[in-house]
Each structure stands twice: as C-alpha cells, then as structure tokens.
C-alpha cells in the first residue's frame, strides 16, 4: 500500500516554501483532498509574494511562517506554533537549499575555498535539517505513517563524484544524507511509523540552477511542476524499509 493511499485529513509542512520546488509543493498539496492543513516556511516576505498569495486565497488551509533555518530559536518558534494548532504531521518536505548568494558561487577549484562560505554552505544545507528533525520528533511520533524527505543533490553523491568542483555544495549536500541517514536510525526506535529520505530532483528551472543551465540538454532540465510531481511519485511509493535512502527523481537509489 502507498504512503499516499492512507492518507486521510492529513498534515503538511513544506520547508523553503517562497519559490522553486517548495512553492510548488505547497501549490500541489492545495489541490490534494487528503490534505487538512499545510504549513510553509518563507525567510523574507519580499521574495515570498507568490505564496503570501496563495495563503490569502486558502486561508483555511494555509498557513505562511517566516523562518529561517540557520536559526534554531526561530525553528523552535515554529514548531511550538504548528504544535498549538495540531498534534501530527504527515508529510515534511525540506526544499531549503543554497548553492549561490552573492560573492558566495560554487568553487571550481581549491584556491577559491573560503572558510565562510563553507560554514554558510552547511548552515543552511546540513545543519537546519538535521535541527528540523530533532524538533520535530513530537510531531512525528504517532501511529499513522509519516514521510519527513529533504531535497539533497546527486552532486552530494561521493561514489559519483567524477567531476571534481563545487566542494562547500558537494560536501554540505553529503553532510545532508549522512545526518538524516543517522536521523532515520534514531527515529526508527523513537516514531517508527516515520520514513525519512533524500532525494535528488533533477536539473530543475529554478532560481537554484539558472547560472548553470547552458550545458543541460533541454530533456534533462525539468519545470517545477514536473519535478514536484516526479518526486511526489517516488514519495508515493515508499515503504518502512526505504527509511535512511536516498533516491533520485526517477526512483531509483543513488550511491553514497
């Protein structure tokens, strides 16, 4: 039976909500009956328009939450928040991700490593995850399944890494699928009903990947919309015993 099959008045949180791949989570779960109550997550109201939008038209359903996630007091304060108005959640979808921001762009070779910037990279690519999964435990902890993915990168594989580059986005993203790996072991004991996973979504046009399109064959560059709903059809599909893997877009898994 899919995850999907047994969900009935069920709970969303979608993490990194404003654009991209967390906006159109948050766009199709609107549109999913199963679904009760969603709860997103923006860092600045100003580049949060489209999903302010959305929250406005489906008050009921929606719920907007400013959070950043290299803060762990402003994690705490939303998870307190979402827990005063339910008991459970059903599916979390972790889609904060940083590759470039400003002078901070993927190093393509050792003399442009820069402390800083690899400490921002696993700020926001490592550490806020593995900081969700430990507040969110309580909300996991019941006896309906649950999904709890993070967006993580094939470029964080190590086995297929034979090109070399992008090291602070590389090893932030290994960082990722080693914490939420360990994470799924612990949760297996303390909220078993829950399945954590990696996944990869593809080259998808985003705000993410749009300064390095120009070499990705057009069939291999994906929209929002087919990304979502890829990678909702893989989450559709997972069972207990898929809890700690890391898959790619397409199903299938993907090295270490």
Same mark, same amino acid.
């Given at each position: 039976? $899919?995850?999907?099959?047994?969900? +009935?008045?069920?709970? @969303?949180?979608?993490?990194?909500?404003?654009?991209?791949?967390?906006?159109g989570?948050?766009?199709? *779960?609107?549109?999913?009956?199963?679904? =009760?109550?969603?709860? %997103?997550?923006?860092?600045?109201?100003?580049s949060? &328009?489209?999903?302010?939008?959305?929250?406005?038209?489906?008050?009921?359903k #929606?719920?907007?939450?400013?959070?950043?996630?290299?803060?762990?007091?402003?994690?705490?304060?939303?998870?307190?928040?979402i827990? @005063? %108005?339910?008991?459970?959640?059903?599916?979390?979808?972790?889609?904060?991700?940083?590759?470039?921001?400003? %002078?901070?762009?993927?190093?393509?070779?050792?003399?442009?490593?820069? $402390?800083?910037?690899?400490?921002?990279?696993?700020?926001?690519?490592?550490?806020?995850?593995? #900081?969700? @999964?430990?507040?969110?435990?309580?909300?996991?902890?019941?006896?309906?399944?649950?999904?709890?993915?993070?967006? $993580?990168a094939?470029?964080?594989?190590?086995?297929?890494?034979?090109?070399?580059?992008?090291?602070?986005?590389? =090893?932030s993203?290994?960082?990722?699928?080693?914490?939420?790996?360990? @994470? %799924?072991?612990?949760?297996?004991?303390?909220?078993?009903?829950?399945?954590?996973?990696?996944?990869?979504?593809?080259?998808?046009?985003?705000? *993410?990947?749009?300064?390095?399109? &120009? +070499?990705?064959?057009?069939?291999?560059?994906?929209?929002?919309?087919?990304?979502?709903?890829?990678?909702?059809?893989?989450?559709?599909?997972?069972?207990?015993?898929?809890?700690?893997?890391?898959? $790619?877009?397409?199903?299938?898994?993907?090295p270490?």
């Amino acid at each position: 039976m $899919s995850f999907l099959e047994e969900l +009935n008045n069920a709970n @969303a949180f979608i993490i990194g909500a404003s654009q991209g791949i967390g906006l159109g989570f948050v766009q199709k *779960l609107l549109q999913d009956d199963r679904f =009760a109550k969603i709860y %997103a997550t923006y860092r600045q109201p100003e580049s949060a &328009a489209d999903l302010l939008t959305l929250e406005g038209e489906h008050p009921d359903k #929606l719920t907007c939450l400013s959070m950043d996630i290299t803060d762990e007091s402003q994690i705490i304060d939303v998870v307190q928040k979402i827990s @005063a %108005a339910v008991n459970k959640l059903h599916l979390v979808v972790n889609c904060v991700g940083l590759l470039h921001e400003g %002078a901070l762009q993927p190093e393509k070779s050792l003399k442009r490593i820069n $402390s800083e910037y690899l400490m921002h990279y696993f700020q926001v690519n490592s550490i806020g995850a593995i #900081l969700l @999964a430990k507040h969110l435990l309580p909300l996991f902890r019941h006896h309906e399944r649950s999904i709890f993915a993070s967006i $993580s990168a094939k470029v964080g594989s190590i086995g297929d890494n034979q090109l070399g580059g992008w090291y602070g986005y590389r =090893a932030s993203k290994a960082a990722l699928n080693m914490l939420m790996r360990t @994470a %799924a072991i612990e949760y297996k004991r303390t909220s078993p009903k829950t399945v954590i996973v990696m996944l990869h979504p593809g080259t998808t046009d985003t705000r *993410l990947s749009r300064p390095f399109q &120009a +070499n990705v064959p057009p069939e291999k560059l994906f929209s929002v919309e087919r990304t979502v709903n890829q990678l909702f059809g893989v989450i559709e599909q997972l069972q207990d015993g898929d809890s700690g893997q890391f898959f $790619s877009w397409d199903g299938s898994r993907l090295p270490w």
